[in-house]
């Protein structure tokens, strides 16, 4: 559920969604990597907001009141998302639903993989209708009930992903702008249903809790290895260190990052390389120099086990975005 206002302007990069009456961007770019946000209004209270990070962390916004009548509906679609709720630690993974007051929030918008796609659905209770019958006669659904039903005692709620979570995001990503604001709102509305039907029992909040200290422990870690990234850290060794059994540093680290230890090295190196290949001309082989490849071959098959696709028909991919900076889609 990032909101990071660090700075902002006019989004017209490639990625984001056509542009409309409304709409409101921030991007954050800096030598740590870039993180985009894109708002748009839907009914009084609801924006969507479609978050894109290339990025360790982004600091959230200060709101300026009280935040307990503010509720994200944050979903996952790529990458992982560290949530932070009333002090214990989730992160989601793709396909993840989190419900929460930003009231319960805390820290900066972490990802631990550096890269993240989502969607949140931000809804103000003192702006939004109290039933939004006003608006379709058959979608009884108060947005304050809503609030207390999933936020009430314990500040948030994370559902694993699931077909029917699947199918209301999944189209939200890819909206013609020739339909856009209608299609927002028959979504919203859509969303709101749902959810309002949506067993309790599926609350995964407990089952994936860490505390505050295990997670900074993983990112210590996390921050070794890549300092030692060229050296073949060794278990053992990660173990001698932050004295903790092997096992408890593999279960630990998977839990925070979702991947093991070696792999996570080959991914931060893979999305490194990718965010040189968005944001510098450095041939393919310079980068793959950069990043301890001296065989392009070798390269390109990391690189393609990460992205799904090879250095230079992801390049190739970056470059049609920018000559059509307003696709149908995020």
């Known amino acids: 559920m990032p909101n990071a206002l660090c700075g902002s302007n006019t989004c017209r990069r ?26 748009y209004p ?7 907001v479609y978050n894109e990070a290339h990025i360790q962390s982004v600091p959230r916004e200060t709101p300026e009141r009280a935040a307990d009548d503010i509720v994200e509906i944050s979903h996952c679609r790529e990458g992982r998302l560290e949530y932070s709720i009333n002090g214990a630690v989730c992160y989601l993974e793709p396909g993840d639903l989190a419900i929460a007051r930003t009231s319960s929030v805390s820290g900066e918008s ?24 006003c608006l379709l006669d058959d979608v009884k659904v108060q947005p304050k009930a809503l609030a207390e039903k999933f936020c009430g005692r314990k500040g948030g709620f994370v559902a694993r992903a699931n077909p029917s979570v699947a199918h209301i995001f999944s189209e939200l990503y890819s909206v ?15 969303l709101l249903l749902f959810l309002s039907t949506l067993d309790l029992a599926r609350d995964e909040t407990e089952r994936r809790r ?10 210590a870690i996390s921050k070794y290895m890549m300092e030692h990234k060229d050296d073949r850290v060794t278990l053992t060794q990660l173990s001698e260190r932050f004295h903790l059994s092997g096992a408890c540093i593999k279960k630990l680290f998977r839990g925070v990052y979702g991947v093991s230890v070696g792999a996570y090295i080959r991914t931060q190196k893979m999305e490194s390389a990718a965010y040189m290949l968005e944001s510098t001309g450095r041939t393919i082989l310079d980068i793959a120099n950069a990043h301890g490849y001296d065989n ?20 190739c991919r970056l470059r049609a975005k920018a000559d059509k900076p307003y696709p149908n889609g995020v």
């Open 42 to 48: 839907v009914f009084p209270g609801i924006t969507f």
């Open 14 to 39: 490639a990625g984001c969604l056509p542009a409309s009456d409304g709409c409101t961007a921030v991007r954050v770019h800096n030598a740590d990597g870039q993180y985009t946000m894109t708002a």
């Open 110 to 133: 972490y990802f631990p993989l550096r890269h993240y796609h989502g969607l949140t659905v931000r809804m103000d209770l003192n702006k939004t209708p109290q039933c939004l019958s």
């Open 176 to 190: 013609p702008g020739t339909i856009q604001k209608g299609y927002f709102k028959v979504k919203a509305l859509e």
């Open 296 to 315: 392009g071959s070798k390269f390109a098959n990391a690189f393609r086990s990460v992205k799904g696709v090879n250095p230079a028909e992801y390049r």
């Open 210 to 219: 860490y505390s505050r200290a295990q997670a900074e422990l993983a990112k």
